[in-house]
């Protein structure tokens, strides 16, 4: 099992720019596929970015051109920077690990989230 933890949420105003953090425990996380999640209250959660094991990245349509997944494996870490946000993009952000099942990511293991506010 992975254990995940994020860091880097906080408040930004409309048009900033945060990046989060996701350390992992395990050095399987530095093969494995991972993805961000965000849920946002009232809202169904949401597949944000995810990266294969080759590095190939998917996004949502909604945050396509201005969110970037990332790896550091020396460190373990995963990244997610977020550009130009905007108020719909405030939610808890989730770090998992997980699997691709016929192209569609799957997670399995689950970071404690990180609270991102978009608000002026």
């Known amino acids: 099992q992975v254990q995940l933890v994020e860091s880097g949420g906080g408040l930004v105003q409309p048009g900033g720019s945060l990046r989060l953090s996701c350390a992992a425990s395990?050095?399987?996380?530095?093969?494995?596929?991972m993805g961000w999640y965000r849920q946002a209250p009232g809202k169904q959660r949401e597949l944000v970015a995810s990266?294969?094991?080759?590095?190939?990245?998917n996004y949502a349509d909604s945050v396509k051109g201005r969110f970037t997944i990332s790896r550091d494996n020396a460190k373990n870490t995963r990244y997610l920077q977020m550009n130009n946000l905007k108020p719909e993009d405030a939610a808890v952000y989730y770090c998992?690990?997980?699997?691709?099942?016929?192209?569609?990511?799957?997670?399995?293991?689950w970071g404690q989230g990180t609270q991102v506010t978009v608000s002026s």
């Open positions: 998992t690990a997980g699997i691709y099942i016929s192209n569609t990511y799957a997670a399995n293991d």
């Open positions: 395990g050095s399987i996380f530095s093969i494995a596929p």
């Open positions: 990266i294969t094991t080759g590095g190939r990245t």
